[in-house]
């Protein structure tokens, strides 16, 4: 019932800028948290930014100054934006938000289909 849906991705050249964005739709009781995640080719999923229900933010080392992650209770909705970006960050990125449904249970993460990034050098 609840789905998870990113755009945004795309081909950028090193030290470029991409924003991507994540919505989130259905029947929704409650948000814990909405994150970002990345996967590179040969390498395993890795989180690259949280943002709590309570506004809370954490980024990893690898990212941190670089990239900032937004959300919108009301609207469903959690931004990336990514800054100064670099070869390393190539990786398809997906929006995962932890969240209760109106039917009920304990707190699950839905994940996105992902998008790509591509920075080239």
């Known amino acids: 019932q609840v789905q998870v849906v990113e755009s945004g991705g795309g081909l950028v050249q090193a030290g470029g800028s991409l924003t991507l964005s994540c919505a989130v739709s259905?029947?929704?009781?409650?948000?814990?948290?909405m994150e970002w995640h990345r996967q590179a080719p040969g390498k395993q999923r890795e989180l690259v930014a949280t943002?709590?229900?309570?506004?809370?933010?954490n980024y990893a080392d690898s990212v941190k100054g670089r990239f900032t992650i937004s959300g919108d209770n009301a609207k469903s909705m959690v931004n990336l934006q990514m800054k100064n970006l670099k070869p390393e960050d190539t990786a398809v990125y997906y929006c995962?938000?932890?969240?209760?449904?109106?039917?009920?249970?304990?707190?699950?993460?839905?994940w996105g289909q992902g998008t790509q990034v591509t920075v080239s050098s």
């Open positions: 995962a938000a932890l969240l209760v449904s109106n039917s009920g249970g304990l707190p699950r993460n839905y």
């Open positions: 259905g029947n929704i009781f409650a948000f814990n948290a």
């Open positions: 943002i709590t229900s309570g506004g809370s933010t």
